[in-house]
């Protein structure tokens, strides 16, 4: 048996995909900023690749700027629009929230270490929830980035972004969403949801790894994080990789095509699942918002239960799944997603992930159902009170 | 299909051990330990870690290399209450423990066992020198390896039946060259290793140091030496700092050569005495353990190690109440210590363990 209900952390990449890839690594292997045939075949290909995401996120296409990956986009996002605002005299006050994925998160860190900046983390509720209001309570004069993300990648909730960034623009503060969760999952129109500038990652939509996205609207002062030989309007250099680039831009392009019929699959399997598992298993609760969460997402917290152990006993018969706190060396910490939303160090340990795809079937779903009250069980009986 | 944890340090036993297993046809999952350990940054710098991130990443590989899978198990709490703490409380109460021993007991054999079958296995395999043969009633029997020196009978002693029955030591039938000649033929890539060390969890091996700084207050307060019959000869620098049978570096004058008898916590006194008050003829253990499950009735002629790495000595082993052994030995010992185990052979064949108590 084999089930993979780990789609959060990554997809395989679709063939339509793959097909359109190919003929980049050694038929039309040019660099786009060369001068001859080679190269415009190459520059053509980046730039089709531009128009068509820059047509589905609703904006121009030189708004976007092709990295290296969701984090990479949370960094340049993040810490080149506080250095810029900086510079230009503005403050140095950042707001995010404790939910963020380590790229958001970390980079705030760091530029309150390093880089004398001050950063406000959010409160949240138990559902992983921000109000407008709980924003706006904490914006000041000298605040220049709010950085708050669309979907959380552990818990699945969906934050109302339109609004939120709405309280941002009324202070003249540039706001950034991390994406990367929402990618093929969610309705990603920039200018419906007034954002300054939104992360992406190719392989969460059925697109190829190492390649991400990053909207930043016209005017928006950016300090690029890598600096060059001026590609991506001087905002990203290195040369570009070009099939990776045609990728994501046909992933998303499917994504888009294909949202109605994906998107309602996802949310059938997802609710066919965690019906079954709070129906039948005791001390489990549903972590994230209920009604406003990723299509795909299902995320729990089991009580007295390690998450580790049940990865690899889950694994072992034949499922992938996630959690997050485990951890592939061995020294998993309480899950800080989990502290935030209030549980206790009976619970921290114990968060599963189950993220389903296109290929997820009611099959599949049902012998999940089916092998997790035993294995939890079995998990349990484990525990170590320290 | 029979389904076989191996325990992987990334060294060349376990994946020696692991890479028969698969050649043997069983069902295996690499599992690893992350054990607690002291930050390299302490001491001199840590050279003598346990499951440091290289040692992981060669387990890791060398299970990719076999095909199985490996999960790192988070063994930090139980190991840091169950093993360390230990350690720090005993060596408090004078008394010196073989975390290993403790370690098998408590850590390995228990809570990775329990992991292990959890997990659906039937078996968890460890890459230790020793051999496993059945008795016609089934039970199973602990031997020591082919070779006296890689021998680690020793520290396995404490397994009773139950948790012999789910144990396998495939190398236990091999020699280290011969295992290192497999390492190279298997093509794993550790043949050259050194083995690890005791005391996994230290930064740098230096066990007084670490005493020092997470043992309670006044561990190594300073005291009087005196002799067996009281008359005080000079102050010792801490208990600590002492062990049993030593002679050097005590700092106190004497007409003939004084050795270390007793390190007295109560009192917090190094007692000291002449190399005849230090000889012992007997010695009693506590928590005997008898693999076979059955106690003696009689009195029983043994041979018995009193450490790891010392010689096995004849004795005559008389059963006590309460778990309690008194061995007589043939010739007298100048370093029985409390609180290391009293391991018993008749010929290559280990009957079980005790723990010095005096």
Same mark, same amino acid.
């Given at each position: 048996?084999?089930?993979?209900?780990?789609?959060?952390?990554?997809?395989?990449?679709?063939?339509?995909?793959?097909?359109?890839?190919?003929?980049?690594?050694?038929?039309?292997?040019?660099?786009?900023?060369?001068?001859?045939?080679?190269?415009?075949?190459?520059?053509?290909?980046?730039?089709?690749?531009?128009?068509?995401?820059?047509?589905?996120?609703?904006?121009?296409?030189?708004?976007?700027?092709f990295t290296s990956c969701g984090s990479e986009s949370d960094n340049l996002a993040v810490r080149g629009a506080a250095v810029a605002a900086r510079h230009a005299g503005k403050g140095r006050h950042l707001i995010t929230q404790p939910l963020e994925h380590s790229a958001v998160g970390k980079t705030c860190r760091q530029l309150e270490t390093y880089f004398d900046f001050d950063c406000t983390y959010l409160p949240v509720d138990s559902q992983g929830q921000i109000t407008p209001t709980?924003?706006?309570?904490?914006?000041?004069?000298?605040?220049?980035?709010?950085?708050?993300?669309?979907?959380?990648?552990?818990?699945?909730?969906?934050?109302?972004?339109?609004?939120?960034?709405?309280?941002?623009?009324?202070?003249?503060?540039?706001?950034?969403?991390?994406?990367?969760?929402?990618?093929?999952?969610?309705?990603?129109?920039?200018?419906?949801?007034?954002?300054?500038?939104?992360?992406?990652?190719?392989?969460?939509?059925?697109?190829?790894?190492?390649?991400?996205?990053?909207?930043?609207?016209?005017?928006?002062?950016?300090?690029?994080?890598?600096?060059?030989?001026?590609?991506?309007? /001087? *905002? @990203?250099?290195?040369?570009?990789?070009?099939?990776?680039?045609?990728? =994501?831009?046909?992933? #998303? !392009? +499917?994504?888009?095509?294909?949202?109605?019929?994906?998107?309602?699959?996802?949310?059938?399997?997802?609710?066919?699942?965690?019906?079954?598992?709070?129906?039948?298993?005791?001390?489990?609760?549903?972590?994230?918002?209920?009604?406003?969460?990723?299509?795909?997402?299902?995320?729990?917290?089991?009580?007295?239960?390690?998450?580790?152990?049940?990865?690899?006993?889950?694994?072992?018969?034949?499922?992938?799944?996630?959690?997050?706190?485990?951890?592939?060396?061995?020294?998993?910490?309480?899950?800080?997603?989990?502290?935030?939303?209030?549980?206790?160090?009976?619970?921290?340990?114990? /968060? *599963? @992930?189950?993220?389903?795809?296109?290929?997820?079937?009611?099959?599949? =779903?049902?012998?999940? #159902? !089916? +092998?997790?009250?035993?294995?939890?069980?079995?998990?349990?009986?484990?525990?170590?009170?320290? | 299909?029979?389904?076989?944890?191996?325990?992987?340090?990334?060294?060349?036993?376990?994946?020696?051990?692991?890479?028969?297993?698969?050649?043997?046809?069983?069902?295996?999952?690499?599992?690893?330990?992350?054990?607690?350990?002291?930050?390299?940054?302490?001491?001199?710098?840590?050279?003598?870690?346990?499951?440091?991130?290289?040692?992981?990443?060669?387990?890791?590989?060398?299970?990719?290399?076999?095909?199985?899978?490996?999960?790192?198990?988070?063994?930090?709490?139980?190991?840091?209450?169950?093993?360390?703490?230990?350690?720090?409380?005993?060596?408090?109460?004078?008394?010196?423990?073989?975390?290993?021993?403790?370690?098998?007991?408590?850590?390995?054999?228990?809570?990775?066992?329990?992991?292990?079958?959890?997990?659906?296995?039937?078996?968890?395999?460890?890459?230790?020198?020793?051999?496993?043969?059945?008795?016609?009633?089934?039970?199973?029997?602990?031997?020591?390896?082919?070779?006296?020196?890689?021998?680690?009978?020793?520290?396995?002693?404490?397994?009773?039946?139950?948790?012999?029955?789910?144990?396998?030591?495939?190398?236990?039938?091999?020699?280290?060259?011969?295992?290192?000649?497999?390492?190279?033929?298997?093509?794993?890539?550790?043949?050259?290793?050194?083995?690890?060390?005791?005391?996994?969890?230290?930064?740098?091996?230096?066990?007084?140091?670490?005493?020092?700084?997470?043992?309670?207050?006044?561990?190594?307060?300073?005291?009087?030496?005196?002799?067996?019959?009281?008359?005080?000869?000079?102050?010792?620098?801490?208990?600590?700092?002492?062990?049993?049978?030593?002679?050097?570096?005590?700092?106190?004058?004497?007409?003939?050569?004084?050795?270390?008898?007793?390190?007295?916590?109560?009192?917090?006194?190094?007692?000291?005495?002449?190399?005849?008050?230090?000889?012992?003829?007997?010695?009693?253990?506590?928590?005997?353990?008898?693999?076979?499950?059955?106690?003696?009735?009689?009195?029983?002629?043994?041979?018995?190690?009193?450490?790891?790495?010392?010689?096995?000595?004849?004795?005559?082993?008389?059963?006590?109440?309460?778990?309690?052994?008194?061995?007589?030995?043939?010739?007298?010992?100048?370093?029985?210590?409390?609180?290391?185990?009293?391991?018993?052979?008749?010929?290559?064949?280990?009957?079980?363990?005790?723990?010095?108590?005096?």
């Open positions: 048996m084999s089930i993979y209900l780990d789609h959060s952390a990554t997809t395989p990449v679709d063939d339509r995909v793959l097909e359109a890839m190919l003929p980049y690594f050694s038929q039309h292997y040019g660099n786009p900023s060369s001068i001859h045939q080679w190269g415009q075949m190459a520059e053509a290909a980046v730039e089709r690749a531009r128009r068509t995401i820059a047509g589905i996120l609703n904006c121009r296409p030189d708004e976007i700027i709980v924003l706006e309570n904490a914006m000041r004069d000298d605040t220049t980035v709010v950085s708050l993300m669309l979907a959380n990648n552990e818990i699945g909730t969906l934050l109302p972004i339109a609004e939120l960034a709405a309280v941002a623009h009324a202070h003249g503060t540039v706001f950034h969403t991390d994406a990367v969760q929402a990618g093929g999952q969610v309705v990603l129109d920039v200018q419906a949801l007034g954002v300054d500038m939104l992360s992406l990652s190719g392989h969460k939509f059925y697109g190829p790894k190492g390649v991400g996205v990053l909207y930043v609207r016209e005017g928006t002062p950016l300090v690029p994080s890598q600096s060059g030989g001026s590609h991506e309007f /001087g *905002l @990203r250099s290195g040369t570009h990789n070009v099939p990776l680039i045609v990728g =994501i831009a046909k992933a #998303l !392009e +499917i994504a888009d095509a294909e949202f109605e019929t994906h998107t309602a699959h996802y949310k059938a399997m997802r609710d066919r699942l965690i019906e079954g598992i709070l129906a039948h298993l005791p001390d489990v609760e549903l972590t994230g918002d209920a009604q406003r969460r990723l299509p795909s997402h299902a995320s729990f917290v089991f009580k007295h239960t390690d998450a580790n152990m049940l990865l690899m006993q889950l694994d072992m018969r034949g499922i992938a799944a996630s959690s997050g706190s485990a951890c592939k060396v061995g020294n998993p910490a309480p899950s800080a997603v989990l502290q935030a939303l209030g549980y206790d160090e009976a619970w921290t340990l114990g /968060g *599963l @992930r189950l993220t389903v795809g296109r290929q997820t079937t009611a099959a599949d =779903i049902d012998s999940v #159902l !089916e +092998i997790l009250p035993e294995t939890v069980k079995a998990v349990r009986q484990l525990w170590v009170t320290a | 299909m029979t389904t076989v944890v191996v325990a992987m340090s990334g060294g060349v036993d376990s994946s020696v051990a692991a890479a028969l297993l698969v050649q043997q046809g069983y069902t295996v999952i690499g599992m690893m330990m992350r054990l607690w350990a002291e930050d390299t940054t302490v001491g001199n710098g840590g050279h003598n870690r346990c499951c440091t991130p290289d040692q992981m990443a060669d387990a890791r590989r060398i299970a990719s290399d076999l095909g199985i899978p490996f999960y790192v198990l988070d063994t930090r709490e139980v190991f840091r209450r169950d093993i360390v703490q230990f350690f720090i409380d005993q060596h408090a109460e004078g008394v010196t423990p073989n975390p290993c021993l403790a370690c098998n007991r408590h850590i390995r054999f228990e809570w990775l066992l329990n992991n292990a079958l959890a997990m659906g296995a039937d078996y968890l395999a460890t890459g230790h020198y020793a051999r496993l043969t059945h008795a016609e009633d089934g039970t199973v029997e602990l031997r020591k390896a082919y070779t006296a020196e890689k021998d680690q009978s020793y520290v396995l002693s404490v397994l009773t039946q139950e948790k012999l029955q789910r144990a396998m030591f495939p190398i236990g039938e091999y020699t280290k060259p011969q295992v290192r000649e497999m390492a190279a033929s298997f093509g794993l890539p550790v043949a050259s290793k050194s083995d690890s060390q005791d005391l996994c969890f230290l930064g740098d091996g230096d066990y007084r140091r670490f005493l020092r700084e997470n043992g309670p207050a006044g561990m190594f307060e300073v005291g009087p030496i005196v002799t067996t019959d009281g008359q005080e000869l000079g102050t010792h620098t801490g208990l600590p700092n002492y062990t049993i049978g030593q002679r050097k570096g005590l700092g106190v004058a004497a007409a003939e050569p004084l050795y270390v008898l007793e390190l007295d916590t109560k009192a917090n006194r190094l007692i000291v005495g002449t190399r005849d008050e230090l000889g012992r003829d007997w010695l009693t253990a506590k928590q005997m353990s008898w693999i076979s499950g059955q106690v003696p009735i009689t009195p029983l002629e043994v041979e018995v190690k009193i450490r790891y790495k010392a010689h096995p000595v004849p004795a005559l082993a008389t059963p006590l109440d309460g778990g309690r052994l008194h061995l007589q030995l043939n010739d007298p010992l100048r370093d029985v210590t409390p609180g290391q185990g009293a391991v018993l052979y008749q010929d290559d064949l280990c009957l079980g363990s005790g723990i010095i108590e005096r």
